[in-house]
Every structure is written in C-alpha cells, then in structure tokens.
C-alpha cells in the first residue's frame, strides 16, 4: 500500500511541475487534451459565467471582470496544495517517521509537515526522522521555494502584456467610437480627408495583433482579462479591424493617391488579426459557429454605404462587392462569435443605430456609463 503511495505521490508531483511549466514557463500553446490547467479553466468558467447569467447585468459585468485575476489565484492555490499533497503522501509511503513535540503519526501529520516545509516556515515542532524524509523535506523546501519565486515573477510579466494590450484598445476610442465600428472608424478619416493617418494606425494594429497572438498564446489566462472602460473589449476591438480591413479591399470608386498602399495595409493587418482570432479561438475551445446572426444584413448594408460616402469614401458598387465581402466575412466572423458566445463579451456593430458618446466624452460624475 505505501508504495502506491510512493508511486502516486511521484506521479502527482511530476503532473503538477510540469503542468506549472507548460502554463509559466513554456512560451508557446499546449495542445494536449488532458491537463489539470485546461480542466480547471474550462469546469470554473463553465460555474462562474453560469452564476452570472442569473444575477442583474451590473454586477454580472463585475463579476466576469473578477474572474480573470481571481481565477489565476485560484490555479496557483490549486498547484500548491496538490504539491504539499503530493509530498504528505511521499512522507506517509516512507512510513511517516516524524518525531518532535507531541508529534503523532499519521497523514494529517505528514500534511502538516509538508505544508510547513512548502512554505519554509521552519515551525521546528515536528521534524522527519530517517535521513530519506530529510532529503525529501529538503527537496520540497527547494520547490516551494522555486514556486513562489517563479509565480511572483510571472504576475508583473502578466501585468504588462495586459497593459499593453489596453493601451491600444483606449487609443480605438476617439477614433472608432464606444463600442467601435468599422463604419465609424473609416468615416471619421475620411471626413477629416486623412485616410493616410488610417493606413499608419492599420499598421500599428498589426503589431498589435501579433502582440496580442504572442502574448495571449503565452499566457491563456489574459484572455479572461476584461477592459477597464464600458463598451470595450480586446474581442470587439479586433473584430473592428477585421471589419475595417475587410471594407478597404473592397476599394473605392474615386482615384485616390492613398488608396494602393491603404489597400495594402488592411491586406496585412487583417492577415494578421484573423492569424490571432483563429489561434486564441483553439486555445479556448471555441468552436467556429457557421450559423452565427448575421451582423450585416441587406438594410444595415446600405445605411453603410450611404453613411461613408456622406463622409467621402464612396465603396466600389460593382456586382461582386457584397459577395466579396461576405467571402471576406466567413474568414473570421465564425471564429469572432464562438469567442464572443464563450466569453460572454458583446461584438460590435458594423455602424451604430445612433450617436453615442465616446468614453472620452464622458465622466464618472456624470449619469453617462464609463467605467
């Protein structure tokens, strides 16, 4: 029986390392099926988004928007007590020779032992007594010690890449509205006539896409990681862009000198943005939905077309131009509303009903949303 207990704890603890190395360390996605991180996401997304589904829509928000970072304490609490675990059940295998003040053999002893070396607290009151239990307490006093250093040098690497990524969501707000839109984005340019300025802010949404694809990929959890500000997401700002790219390809009917390389770039950066969509779809699971609503339909279609040529950009109108954005369309908007239905975040309209003030326009004084 204790050796089961030898063999399960080593097994145990070769799980636990290597699924802290795969998720902190290991800077590329596991595509493994059978992983405790992959468990414990999936079962507590699956509670936690269920509970906010009943409760009123204000503190649903708060809540989704606290399971980031609480899930996160809740994985490292999961790897520590399953280590310390694993450890107690090595003592037990060993035959539990643990002498000290009042000291009484059993599990619950091995337990407290382990936990008391884990974390190196050096209590001093019970101690293991064969010189392979003090090599095993040795061994686990250098893990715990290795753990809480790589955990606390993971969250500041974390915090960055969250950082960044919202740096480039606020910076959508002037230019795209609160939520953004394609529509809105194009026609603001276009009605300053510096289309130019757009194809330069394609280009930085392309590095911000494969930051976005690299950082996320790295670390999964970022992906539960919800905006600060009402009406912004990183889902609704990349499906933006896509939309956005998509309607430049199309082209346009006036000859203009910045057109070919505008082109260009919304070629690249929508490259780009459906290579991350695609990715951080399979890391979540979220299988591509062929029948999601149709965020385009025929009115919404025109009410565009005549919303951007009021504002100077007037779109092809050969035949083929819905057929080619539809085509356009089926690339990335399956992968956008399975990541939206998953993460329970809003997609964004291609052009608001009505006039909505920008996050910028507003103030946590006033009756408006804002945070």
Wanted: proline residues 5%; glycine residues 8%; negative net charge.
């Amino acid at each position: 029986m204790r050796n089961l207990a030898i063999l399960a704890s080593v097994a145990l603890l070769f799980i636990i390392l290597w699924d802290t190395f795969e998720t902190i360390v290991l800077p590329r996605t596991v595509t493994r099926r059978f992983r405790l991180t992959r468990f414990f996401y999936r079962a507590s997304w699956a509670v936690w988004s269920g509970v906010t589904r009943f409760v009123p829509d204000g503190i649903g928000d708060g809540l989704l928007g606290a399971y980031g970072p609480l899930s996160l304490l809740l994985l490292i609490g999961v790897w520590a007590i399953c280590l310390i675990f694993a450890f107690a059940l090595l003592h037990w295998g060993l035959g539990s020779h643990i002498v000290g003040v009042n000291a009484h053999h059993g599990f619950p002893t091995d337990f407290y032992l382990s936990g008391a070396t884990f974390f190196t607290l050096g209590f001093g009151d019970v101690t293991p007594g064969t010189p392979i239990e003090r090599a095993v307490a040795v061994i686990e006093a250098g893990v715990g010690f290795g753990f809480l250093a790589v955990v606390i040098s993971y969250l500041p690497v974390l915090y960055q890449s969250f950082s960044k990524r919202e740096s480039g969501i606020s910076m959508l707000d002037s230019r795209a509205g609160s939520p953004p839109s394609a529509g809105e984005l194009m026609a603001r340019h276009g009605r300053a006539r510096n289309m130019e300025m757009l194809t330069i802010f394609l280009a930085d949404w392309e590095k911000w896409a494969s930051e976005l694809l690299e950082s996320h990929l790295s670390y999964p959890v970022l992906i539960f990681y919800r905006s600060q500000h009402t009406g912004e997401s990183w889902l609704s700002a990349l499906t933006t862009i896509l939309d956005t790219c998509a309607l430049v390809n199309l082209g346009f009917t006036r000859d203009t000198p910045w057109e070919n390389a505008l082109r260009w770039q919304a070629h690249l950066t929508f490259a780009m943005a459906r290579h991350a969509i695609v990715d951080l779809a399979l890391v979540v699971g979220a299988t591509p939905l062929q029948s999601e609503p149709n965020r385009l339909p025929a009115e919404a279609w025109e009410r565009l077309r005549g919303y951007l040529d009021a504002a100077g950009l007037t779109l092809c109108n050969h035949p083929s131009a819905r057929t080619d954005l539809d085509a356009a369309r089926r690339m990335y908007e399956p992968y956008v509303a399975a990541l939206a239905a998953r993460l329970l975040l809003p997609l964004p309209a291609w052009l608001h009903d009505e006039t909505v003030l920008d996050n910028w326009q507003t103030s946590a004084w006033d009756e408006t949303p804002h945070f």
